[in-house]
């Protein structure tokens, strides 16, 4: 095995982690769908299906370092919300703490030099920077556009999607 036992757990926990974000995006995504905003309903369901990707990567990881693999249980998604604001806001909560927690295993790989895990997180360390930075722009534009002014908000997400496509 190339990577500690403690290593190991830790991963399997983050597993854990990425799961339980990506059953809060879906949770997100049918809160706006059941709006009638379908734009934001799919910005997140596929927000969602990143986060399983990230839960795989980890997965593999284990599994190509020769750990073991053992998905623990994952918390309940929240599913009710006041406003928009509330749900985009509860999203880059969680962005920022998925950061802490990434942060948290490079600084054990660090401690113990593990190299190999250093690496694989690293792209990690990427793509935090992405999603919180996504988060908090789309959540400036809801506070921008105000609840009366979801419809405008929808209409600068499609553009976003169509240009990065
Ligand atoms: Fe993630
Ligand atoms: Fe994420």
């Not at 596929?46 to 053992?70: C, N």
């Not at 990427?126 to 789309?138: D, R």
């Amino acid at each position: 095995m190339l990577i500690s036992s403690e290593m190991n757990a830790a991963i399997n926990e983050q597993v854990g982690h990425e799961f339980a974000a990506m059953l809060q995006y879906v949770a997100i995504a049918a809160h706006f769908d059941g709006e009638s905003l379908p734009v934001l309903a799919n910005h997140y369901y596929r927000q969602a299906e990143e986060e399983r990707e990230h839960a795989m990567r980890f997965v593999k990881y284990l599994l190509d370092a020769g750990g073991k693999v053992a998905v623990p249980a994952i918390p309940a998604a929240r599913g009710d919300f006041a406003s928009a604001e509330e749900a985009v806001q509860l999203s880059l909560e969680r962005e920022l703490t998925v950061t802490g927690q990434i942060n948290g295993l490079m600084d054990r790989a660090i401690k113990e030099t593990d190299h190999t895990s250093r690496n694989a997180l690293e792209w990690f360390v990427a793509e935090q920077l992405e999603e919180v930075s996504s988060a908090e722009a789309l959540l400036g534009l809801v506070r921008r556009a105000g609840e009366q002014g979801l419809l405008l908000v929808e209409d600068a997400l499609a553009r976003r999607h169509a240009e990065s496509e």
